[in-house]
């Protein structure tokens, strides 16, 4: 309900045509999957853990979107293949013009990850 005050009424049209010409500059969405199989690690990426579709990908960043949060396991060990296919992801989707938001999934606790959330010390 639009208010009758005339000079509600002229901050409200103003609001509104501001907030139709801002223009949002990161539009996102979650690609899940790095995080899982933690009850199977280190896991084998394609069967335990997946990082991204290419293909979902492409689909958002063709239909404008630019921004994808990326999960992965923080892991008690390096792991230089999970951590290669991790940087693959971040590669293909830079490289399409998009933006990463590298995110440790670790239901803020580390430690044993094979009995997360349920175990490990909080993190912070």
């Known amino acids: 309900m639009l208010p009758r005050n005339p000079v509600s009424l002229g ?3 103003f609001y509104i045509s501001a907030m139709s ?8 969405v979650n690609s899940a999957g790095g995080e899982f199989a933690q009850q199977n690690l ?13 293909s979902a990908i492409d689909f958002f ?10 999960p992965f396991l923080v892991r008690s060990t390096f792991n230089e293949s999970y951590f290669s296919e991790y940087q ?14 590298v995110d ?3 239901y803020y606790r580390y430690n044993d990850p094979s009995s997360q959330p349920s175990s490990g010390s909080i993190i912070g």
């Open 104 to 106: 440790p999934h670790n």
């Open 11 to 13: 901050l409200t049209a």
């Open 61 to 70: 960043i063709d239909a404008g979107v630019n921004t994808i949060r990326l």
């Open 21 to 28: 010409s801002a223009k949002i500059l990161y539009a996102g």
């Open 88 to 101: 693959t992801a971040v590669n293909y989707i830079t490289m399409r013009g998009g933006y990463v938001v």
């Open 42 to 54: 280190p896991g084998m990426f394609g069967t335990d853990y997946q990082f991204i579709n290419q």
